[in-house]
């Protein structure tokens, strides 16, 4: 029986969201999954308008309406708004062998209908509109699309929606009847997970198999406004800045409290050979950052023994925080405009022929530091005719231009690490997303089918078994080629505590599985980094051998 995968993404952009949806229908279609997917979430302002809509319903004019979006899409009906307080789902189902679009609606309808009179609320769907009504008006709009017998969008469901929003449309192309929340109905606020709660079982009930996974309730959606999260306590606690906190946790045989202790596998040995300090003295001489120094990864010693280096542009301070990562939050200095010429100098001199860049967070810059990438690549390819290039890119805060910078140079892969499973991102994470993750590695790997995708994940830090394993499905659902999973060493005694080292036994299990699931290339392992056999993986793809 098929299987349904639940995900509540938490707050998403509605052009991010799309091409999540894209990317997992087309997952759908060509086989890269077998399971269908439930898409939750919520959108900031946008109002969409259907494939057949009549635009007078949209009563103000696209240029007036600075603080929503206006959005052509390619879904049945009307004109409607998303926005804040509203729960938003996106069915990617196959209808295979018969398809009965009619039907797919009725399914969602009907357990909208369930899901309010679990409220004590009395609801209905109506002959000839699809839709969600009650005594006081329409509670909930559908519309789909269905392609190759697999559906795209979906529904929303008005939780605690400001009735505004709907002044600016006719909703649905309806004028003689009004629009109402769930909350107004139940007279009481209802929380957008508390629908989540009452809905996810009536859609999941024809299902045998339903896998969930949430991400954090945040910004007025929880049942409760959560005040802050592991992160948020560690930025106050001075734990990012230059320099770390001043205040140090106690700590007894290197362990903070609760924490295990570090196991015979996770020991490094130092080998600070000639080829170690030969790269070293380059770095500096040429006034380069490397994320192997920064970050303090464990497999300095043997990479830059072997002459590899993971370049680290835009400088060494990171304008946002992870509570895993040793790279300084604050505020970054001036772009380096002869930073990418460095760069490539450096990869000609040591003669390599995978070259990986990478970089901090730039959210000061309007293209995230786009640009940089890109010129570091054209620069490479000059100096080092041959040369492989990998990059490892920060969101761009779903910039889709910038995104195209990079890839326009063609590197031959792009890297964007996913870090932690759904419901960490925010605990770990202050400005982090796995729908745009999502979206960003689908959005590469279509602007640039020739190269391969690559994302990462980290362990060890309060995830399950099982929520690793439903990580690595939506990776290969997008179409990732390649994933790295590697344990979490806490850089300092301020940041995150390790909740547990995962054995080389579980590493080896996750492999399997991953591949097993379709992905390519798994790198598993304790002390496998992002970059870490970086060329062995690429070449792994296409059967070759990495040296």
């Given at each position: 029986m098929t299987r349904l995968r639940v995900r509540w993404l938490g707050r998403l952009a509605y052009g991010e969201a799309w091409d999540l949806q894209r990317a997992l229908h087309e997952g759908r279609v060509a086989g890269r999954t077998g399971d269908d997917y439930l898409l939750l979430l919520e959108h900031p302002p946008v109002y969409t308008v259907g494939r057949h809509a009549d635009r007078a319903n949209l009563l103000v004019a696209s240029h007036q309406m600075s603080d929503a979006e206006v959005v052509d899409t390619d879904r049945g009906g009307d004109v409607t708004f998303h926005g804040p307080g509203?729960?938003?789902?996106?069915?990617?189902v196959s209808l295979r062998p018969r398809p009965d679009v009619v039907g797919h609606v009725a399914w969602m309808e009907q357990a909208i209908v369930a899901?309010?009179?679990?409220?004590?609320?009395?609801?209905?769907?109506?002959?000839?509109?699809?839709?969600?009504?009650?005594?006081?008006?329409?509670?909930?709009?559908?519309?789909?699309?269905?392609?190759?017998?697999?559906?795209?969008?979906?529904?929303?469901v008005n939780c605690t929606t400001d009735a505004e929003w709907f002044g600016r449309i006719n909703p649905c192309g309806i004028t003689d009847r009004p629009v109402t929340t769930v909350s107004e109905l139940a007279g009481r606020r209802v929380s957008i997970e508390e629908m989540v709660d009452l809905l996810v079982p009536h859609l999941g009930a024809r299902y045998g198999d339903v896998e969930e996974q949430r991400a954090a309730f945040t910004r007025g959606t929880g049942r409760a406004e959560r005040e802050s999260f592991d992160v948020d306590r560690l930025v106050a606690a001075g734990t990012f800045r230059p320099g770390g906190t001043e205040t140090i946790p106690?700590?007894?045989?290197?362990?903070?409290?609760?924490?295990?202790?570090?196991?015979?596998?996770?020991?490094?040995r130092l080998r600070l050979g000639q080829g170690y300090r030969d790269l070293k003295h380059m770095m500096r001489g040429l006034e380069l950052h490397t994320v192997c120094e920064e970050a303090g990864c464990p497999n300095i010693y043997e990479c830059w023994a072997s002459g590899t280096a993971t370049f680290m542009l835009l400088g060494d301070v990171c304008t946002r925080a992870c509570s895993f990562c040793d790279v300084a939050t604050g505020r970054p200095g001036e772009v380096d405009s002869g930073e990418p010429a460095r760069v490539a100098e450096a990869v000609a001199s040591m003669g390599v022929r995978h070259a990986v860049l990478t970089s901090v967070n730039r959210d000061d810059l309007p293209d995230g530091g786009a640009e940089v990438f890109a010129e570091s690549i054209r620069r490479i390819r000059d100096a080092a005719p041959g040369c492989e290039v990998e990059v490892l890119i920060p969101d761009f805060k779903g910039d889709a231009e910038a995104l195209d910078m990079v890839m326009s140079e063609k590197p031959e892969v792009l890297n964007h690490n996913t870090e932690t499973v759904l419901r960490l991102q925010r605990e770990i994470r202050t400005a982090a997303s796995y729908g745009r993750s999502l979206a960003l590695l689908a959005r590469a790997g279509w602007r640039n089918p020739a190269g391969a995708v690559k994302s990462g994940l980290i362990v060890g830090m309060g995830e399950t078994k099982e929520e690793v394993v439903s990580t690595l499905a939506d990776l290969r659902a997008v179409g990732v080629d390649i994933v790295t999973i590697g344990q979490y060493l806490r850089p300092t005694a301020g940041h995150r505590p390790v909740h547990r080292y995962v054995t080389p036994e579980e590493f080896a299990e996750y492999k399997a599985v991953g591949e097993g699931l379709g992905i390519p290339h798994v790198e598993s392992g304790p002390l496998v980094r992002s970059s870490y056999h970086a060329k062995e993986a690429a070449a792994a793809l296409h059967g070759e051998p990495g040296d």
């Open positions: 509203q729960l938003v789902g996106y069915p990617i899901a309010l009179g679990d409220l004590g609320i009395r609801a209905w769907g109506e002959d000839g509109t699809a839709g969600v009504w009650t005594e006081r008006g329409k509670v909930a709009a559908i519309g789909v699309r269905m392609a190759h017998m697999v559906t795209m969008h979906g529904f929303a106690l700590m007894r045989d290197g362990r903070l409290p609760g924490e295990p202790r570090k196991p015979e596998w996770m020991k490094v």
